[in-house]
C-alpha cells in the first residue's frame, strides 16, 4: 500500500512564504471551522479517486488532510488547504499543502515526535502524517506561519 | 447531521450515517450519555461503518464515550470500522486501546448479550 | 513469496513458509485484514516457525496486523518465533507489545478457543 | 553469545570516504530493493556459518545486515553491503560494511539515540545494531553518505 520511497525534509530558513493567492489554478479551501475539515477531506477523497489512487490511498489522503486541516484549527487558524495533481518523469501523484499564518513552530523536531503536544493532545497528527505519505515537508517561522506540503505517488 | 440513537431492548444503538463534523459527534457522545442513564441502559453500541475517515479527534471522541458510559455502568461495542479505515488509524498510531470492538452490529449485540448474561439485570461494567 | 491463509472454522491462520521480502508481509498483512472481515473470523494465527530474521519492519508489521485485526474485532496470536530470533528481538529492542504470542499452532489454537468461548459466536476483541 | 569487548567510534571527520570499488575481492551486494535487503542477509548468514558462528550469531548477523539495508533503502538508496572474513591475531571474525552515496547524517549522535527517527519509525535500528555485535563504527558526512561497519568475533 506504500511505496517505500520516502523524502523528508525540515525546511526552517529563508524561503519565501509561499502565499496562496500564488497559485491560482489550484482550489484553495479555506480552514476556519469543523465544517470545513469535512468539506476539505471530502475534497481530498473525490481527486484521489479521480486520480485513480485505491480505496485505501483515498483514505489515507481524507485522514492525512482531517489531520493537517484539525491543527489549522487547534493552533493557526486561520489556514488554507491547497489540493493538486503532480506528474512528473510520468509519475502521478496527489499533493497537498496545509498553510496558515498562525503563531508558527519553535522546534520543529520536537513537533515530530511521537507524543509531543502543546494541546494535551495525542500528538501523533504530525508523526503519524508522515507515516502515511510518501513525501513529506513541513516549513515554519516562528510569527510568520506553518506549510506542511505532502504528497501521495500513485503506484 | 445528528446521528440517530436508537433503544433496541436494554441496548442503544447510535448509528452513524455520514461522515460526521467534530460537533456531530460531540452530539453523540453527550446524547449517549444521557440516554443511557435515563433509558437504563445495559449496553451501547456505536455504529461507524459510514465512517470513511477516523482522525485522531474522532478516534479520541469514540474512546471518551466507551469510558463515560462505563463510569455510567455499562459496555460500549464500537462496530464496523471498514479495513481501509483500520489500516490508516494504525498507520497513524489510533488503536482504541481499552474500547471493544466487533466486525458489525451482529458480532456487537451478540458480545452484549454475554456480557450482560453473565451480570445482574441492572448490570454493572468493570475497567479493564 | 505469497503467504498461504487458511481457513480453519472460525480462525484464519497464516503460515509463513520462507523468509519474506517486506512486500510479501505488506500482501499478508491486508489480505488478513480484508478475510477476516469477509470470512467473519474470530481470531487469526500468524505462524512464523519459518521466519528466521525478525527486523524492526518485520515486528512492526505483526504489530500493526494485530491492531488491525482488532480494530475489525477479532483475536491475533503471532505463533512459533524461535529463540535465537527471540533472542535477537529483544536486544534490538522489539518486544511486540500489546500482541499476544504462542509456543506453536496448537498453543495458539487453544489460546483462540479460550478467548473466543468467552464472547459471543461473532465476538469481539478488546485491547489489553 | 556475545564477546565483552567491544568498540565503537563515531567518525565525522576527513576520512576519506570508501569507495566500493577499492576492495575487489570482496562480494559487494548493491541495495535497491526490499529484494536485496533478502539477498544480503542471506549471504551473511551463509557467510557465518562456513566461519562456524553459532546459530545464534548467525541470526544476529542476518538482522544486522537486515537492519543497516533496511536504513539505506530508506535513506540513502542506492548503497552496497560488503562482507568479509577477518583474520587477526587468530582470531576470525565477520565484517560487515553498509555504505551509502546518500544523504549523510547531521547529527550522528542522536541518530544512535533509541527513538530517534526521521521516518516516523522506531528508532531502534543503529542503537539496537550497536548493542548486537562486538565492534561497530559510523562514519558519515553530511552530502557525501554514511558507512557503518560492524564485527563479530568467533568467541
Ligand atoms: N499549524 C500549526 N501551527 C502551529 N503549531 C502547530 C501546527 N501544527 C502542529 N503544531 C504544534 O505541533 C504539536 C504537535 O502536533 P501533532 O503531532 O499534530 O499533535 P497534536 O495536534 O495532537 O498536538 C502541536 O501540539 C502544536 O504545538
Ligand atoms: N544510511 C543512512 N543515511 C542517512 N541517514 C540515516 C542512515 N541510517 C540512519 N539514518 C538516520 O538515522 C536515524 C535513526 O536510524 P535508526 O536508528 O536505524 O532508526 P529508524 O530507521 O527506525 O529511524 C534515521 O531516522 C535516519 O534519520
Known amino acids: ?155 | 447531521m445528528e446521528v440517530p440513537i436508537l433503544k433496541q431492548g436494554p441496548y442503544l444503538i447510535g448509528s452513524v450515517q455520514s461522515a460526521l463534523t467534530d460537533k456531530d459527534l460531540l452530539h453523540l457522545r453527550d446524547n449517549l450519555v444521557e440516554k443511557v442513564g435515563r433509558l437504563r441502559s445495559r449496553g451501547v453500541i456505536v455504529d461507524v461503518t459510514a465512517m470513511d475517515v477516523m482522525d485522531s479527534f474522532a478516534s479520541r471522541t469514540l474512546s471518551d464515550i466507551a469510558q463515560m458510559i462505563r463510569l455510567r455502568g455499562a459496555e460500549t461495542v464500537i462496530v464496523g470500522i471498514q479495513p481501509e479505515v483500520a489500516f490508516t488509524m494504525v498507520q497513524l498510531g489510533l488503536t482504541l486501546q481499552g474500547v471493544t470492538t466487533a466486525l458489525d452490529l451482529e458480532g456487537g449485540l451478540t458480545f452484549l448479550d454475554q456480557r450482560t448474561k453473565k451480570r445482574g439485570a441492572d448490570g454493572a461494567a468493570r475497567a479493564r
Not at chain 1, 5 to 24: Q, T, Y
Not at chain 1, 75 to 91: F, K, N, Q, S
Open chain 1, 1 to 155: 500500500m506504500k511505496s517505500p520511497r520516502r523524502a523528508f525534509a525540515e525546511v526552517a530558513g529563508s524561503i519565501e512564504h509561499r502565499s496562496p493567492a500564488a497559485s491560482k489554478e489550484e482550489p484553495t479551501v479555506p480552514i476556519q471551522s469543523d465544517l470545513d475539515i469535512l468539506v476539505a477531506r471530502q475534497n481530498g477523497r473525490a481527486l484521489a479517486q479521480q486520480l485513480g489512487l485505491s480505496t485505501g490511498d483515498q483514505t489515507v489522503i481524507a485522514t492525512v488532510i482531517s489531520e493537517l486541516a484539525r491543527n489549522i484549527l487547534l493552533y493557526a487558524r486561520p489556514g488554507w488547504m491547497i489540493l493538486e495533481v503532480l506528474e512528473t518523469d510520468g509519475r502521478k501523484g496527489l499533493r497537498v499543502v496545509a498553510r496558515d499564518d498562525g503563531p508558527g513552530i519553535a522546534d520543529i523536531e520536537r513537533a515530530m515526535q511521537v507524543g509531543y503536544s502543546t494541546s494535551g493532545s495525542l500528538g501523533l497528527g504530525l508523526p503519524g502524517v508522515r507515516r502515511l505519505v510518501d513525501d513529506f515537508e513541513i516549513f515554519s517561522r516562528v510569527g510568520e506561519g506553518t506549510t506542511v506540503t505532502i504528497t501521495k505517488w500513485k503506484p
